[in-house]
């Protein structure tokens, strides 16, 4: 943990942490394509997160562990950014899905539904729907 760790406020940290499981999800098959990279540079910007921190988090994914979010539809949000992660280089790959799956948990989704929201959560995403239809449509999977 780099010494620029410890200064993180709360939301800063929740979104580093976001921020590294897009980064091993576009890393799951060990290339950063094109597609994955632009889109990792647009929520870096948005997130706030510096060039060094970035490249940081490129190089070592271990250090920022993601943590519950508290609002549902904040992870819902969460989820979709990951999700749109997974289909930026036009691939869903077998391991991309088990990083979801475990992010989902990660995310605070019930373990014995994850395997059902991450499941929706590609599916929506292939269809391009945007954030609000996957929202409705995670919410119906997702019955608490």
């Known amino acids: 943990m780099g010494v620029s760790d410890f200064n993180l406020k709360g939301e800063h940290k929740k979104n580093i942490a976001l921020f590294t499981s897009m ?14 990279e632009k889109l990792l540079k647009k929520v870096a910007k948005k997130f ?3 060039d060094d921190k970035y490249k940081e988090i490129l ?6 562990q993601i943590t519950g979010v508290h609002g549902y539809d904040e992870r819902i949000e969460h989820l979709f950014d990951l999700t ?11 391991k991309e899905v088990g990083i979801l799956r475990r ?11 994850v395997e059902k929201v991450a499941d929706e959560a590609i599916h929506l995403i292939l269809n391009d729907d945007d954030l609000e239809e996957f929202t409705k449509a995670i919410k119906r999977v997702n019955k608490f």
């Not at 980064?23 to 994955?36: H, M, R």
């Open 84 to 94: 749109n992660m997974i289909y930026a280089d036009d691939v869903v790959s077998i």
């Open 23 to 36: 980064v091993n999800l576009a890393l799951a098959d060990d290339v950063l394509s094109e597609g994955e």
């Open 59 to 64: 190089e070592d994914q271990t250090n920022h």
């Open 103 to 113: 992010i989902c948990v990660g995310l605070g989704f019930p373990i014995d539904n």
């Open 48 to 50: 706030h997160i510096l």
